[in-house]
C-alpha cells in the first residue's frame, strides 16, 4: 500500500512518511507542530531537533 501526498504527485510507503512530507508543504514540523516561515528553517529543525 502506498500513501499519496494531497498537495503534490508524491507517494510513500508509510503513513509517517506521507506525514512528514504534507508538513513540509505547510512548513509545519510533523513531530511537535512548530511553524516556520521558510522550508529550509523547518528541515533544519527537524535535523538538529528530532
Not at 23 to 49: G, M
Amino acid at each position: 500500500m502506498t500513501y499519496s501526498c494531497s498537495n503534490c504527485d508524491d507517494s510513500f510507503q508509510s503513513a509517517a512518511g506521507v506525514t512528514q512530507h504534507v508538513a513540509l508543504h505547510h512548513n509545519t514540523c510533523a513531530v511537535c507542530d512548530d511553524s516556520f516561515d521558510e522550508t529550509d528553517e523547518l528541515r533544519e529543525h527537524i535535523h538538529s531537533s528530532h
